[in-house]
């Protein structure tokens, strides 16, 4: 089991999707990432919050036993927020607000026992910011990065920065088309592999998510979940899903990186069971063991 670093955003997100809605609930991509992870790998949080943050929100990751020694309490400011709603189509989220609030001026400093950790993980948040904290890190053993449109129109020329030296990205599929300025997933993730990463893992919301890497394909569906309420946070929690599996193994061997694409896989079909971080509150270590192993029923077949 090795260390697991995450810079992300820790948030309060009001929600609306057609089933019901939620005000300043529990949020963030780091959040949702770091309670995901934290069920196979130590994971330490770089982050801010405002001095507005519920301490109980801050005991949730504290029970996982998620390091947040390097989450910082800014006086004077408010936490990052995020408002929006989905439609029926579940696979798009719209954003109706971002406050970015506390991550305006944020600088993290990270400790030397911080920079030395084998796996990093730069969730969606500003990529100065994520730059920022690559560059501090003592050369980890696996870097990936996700995004999203918000950066990807707002900061482009830092964002393709820190592609360029990250090992894998984790996007959705209007991401990737949107990095790429090219509509067909395959040739997008193509051309991202050009841009630096290695691996590409393209989250496809209800149809799943494939990864492409030099010259191979590796396709996992969605778990077929008959009540989704609220698809926030799914991409991350898979992010969190995929790299603790692989602190977990401490190792990116083929075999290793498939097997975290079912574990992603497996902790976003949970956490859009419910809003915010619900349903991985309620989450026992078995109910992903029997997940993991519907996965391997679902798509074996002859010759
Ligand atoms: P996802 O996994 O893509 O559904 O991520 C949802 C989370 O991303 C929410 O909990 C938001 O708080 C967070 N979020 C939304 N917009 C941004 C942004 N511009 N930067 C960082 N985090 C964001």
Redesign the pocket.
């Known amino acids: 089991m090795a260390d697991l670093v995450v810079v ?2 820790v ?1 309060l ?1 009001s929600v609306k999707t057609p089933f019901g809605q939620v005000a300043e609930a529990l ?3 780091a ?2 990432f770091a309670y995901a992870a934290s069920f196979f790998t130590q994971v330490r949080v770089v982050a801010a919050v405002g001095e507005d943050f519920p301490p109980a929100h801050l005991a949730l990751l504290e029970a996982r036993e998620v390091d947040t020694g390097a989450l910082q309490v800014l006086a004077g400011k408010k936490t ?1 927020r ?1 408002t ?1 709603e989905y439609g029926f189509d579940l696979n798009e ?1 719209r ?1 109706l607000d ?1 406050q970015l609030n506390a991550f305006a001026e944020f600088k993290p400093v990270l400790s030397p026992s911080l920079a030395k950790a084998p796996f990093l993980f730069l969730a ?3 990529p100065e910011l994520q730059l920022d904290v690559l560059r501090q890190m003592n050369r980890p053993q696996l870097a990936a990065l996700d995004t ?1 449109n ?2 990807i129109q707002g900061k482009r020329e830092a964002l393709l920065k820190v592609l360029a030296e990250v090992d894998v990205l984790l996007v ?1 599929d209007a991401e990737a088309r949107m990095l790429a300025r090219e509509p067909n997933l395959i040739k997008a993730a193509r051309s991202i592999i050009e841009l630096g990463p290695r691996v590409v893992v393209i989250k496809r919301g209800e149809y799943g998510s494939l990864m492409v890497s030099d010259g191979s394909f590796f396709f996992v569906p969605a778990y077929p979940l008959e009540s989704v309420f609220d ?7 898979f992010a969190g899903g995929f790299m603790g599996y692989l602190a977990q193994r401490g190792s990116m061997d083929p075999a290793s990186v498939r097997r975290a694409m079912v574990h992603g896989a497996v902790m976003a079909s949970f956490t859009v069971e419910d809003f915010s971080l619900e349903r991985l509150k309620r989450l026992e270590p078995r109910e992903i063991e029997q997940r993991f192993e519907t996965f391997q029923q679902m798509v074996r077949f002859e010759r």
Request: hydrophobic share 30%; glycine share 20%; charged share 10%.
């Open positions: 992300g955003s948030a997100d949020g963030g991509s959040t949702y990052f995020w929006g989220a954003t971002t969606n948040i500003d999203m918000f950066w959705n698809p926030t946070g799914a991409g991350d929690t």
